[in-house]
């Protein structure tokens, strides 16, 4: 599922993090570990990788990522506050195991979900050093499932390497 040209950004992204020491988590929904599953298909990955969850019921975020039950509620799962939640609990659960934490939920399609559209992903980087959080919504289209878990797998490492250059 995954191609050549994504695998060589996964490595690349995997060199720089070796290089600045630095580790990561994800807490992801739609991508179903598609995110970490790529990172540690990469020799070498287990010096940085240090953990991934995947999230994809409301209660899994709750449970496991501290996601607030009132926060899903409100905005549903699909929304920047959420993507932030998630990222930023995957921090505070890795007890300083973690430097980036990258944080994915959305709609793979067919059709919309919870009135969003289908292709709609929120991403999320926090970073440990400043608590900072990247954000970016990204709204790939109806362009199937597999499509659109691919492009946010892209994403999420373009944002984890612009993280890192802020780390």
Known sequence: MIDAATMEEARALIER????????????????????????????????????VVVYSWEAKTALLGVPRALLDAEGAVSEAVARSMALGL????????????????????GPSEARPAGRVHLAVARRSDRAVLHAQR???????AAVRLATVRDALAMLGAALDGA
């Open 17 to 52: 993090l070796r290089a600045a020491k630095v580790t990561v988590g994800t807490a992801e929904s739609l991508t179903g570990g598609l995110i970490a599953a790529t990172l540690t298909a990469v020799p070498g990955a287990s010096e940085v990788v240090d953990r991934g």
């Open 91 to 110: 921090l505070e659960r890795a007890e300083g195991r973690v430097h980036l934490a990258v944080a994915v939920t959305g709609v793979a399609g067919p």
């Open 139 to 145: 709204d790939y289209g109806e362009v199937g499932r």
